[in-house]
């Protein structure tokens, strides 16, 4: 796991684009719970950090709206597309990010 952040520089229902190892990295905390994913929208390259947090625990891209469960990276209306996401660890107020 690579310390990617703070908890604290994710603002609830909010997102940071972070690099870590070189990687553009991107957490999200919806609801109170921290995720994190890639950049690049899975269609068609839309960056993430524009996307929209509408409903707990998905994230909708802001080009053609697809939507993707952050947990699982799975987009539920086009399911040929899948948003790539790391699993996260909070040690205290550090959040870690496993690129595997
Ligand atoms: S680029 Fe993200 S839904 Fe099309």
Redesign the pocket.
């Known amino acids: 796991m690579k310390f990617a952040a703070k908890v604290s520089d994710v603002p609830d229902w909010g997102k940071k684009l972070v690099q870590v190892e070189g990687q553009s990295i991107l957490l999200v905390k919806s609801k109170g719970v921290l995720y994190a994913c890639e950049r690049e929208?899975?269609?068609?390259?839309?960056p993430m950090e524009g996307a929209l947090l509408k409903e707990a625990g998905s994230i909708s891209?802001?080009?053609?709206?697809?939507r993707f469960d952050l947990a699982s990276g799975a987009c539920k209306d086009h399911p040929e597309?899948t948003l790539r996401v790391y699993p996260v660890e909070v040690r205290g107020d550090d959040i870690y990010v496993g690129l595997g």
């Open positions: 929208c899975p269609h068609q390259g839309a891209c802001p080009r053609h709206g697809y597309f």
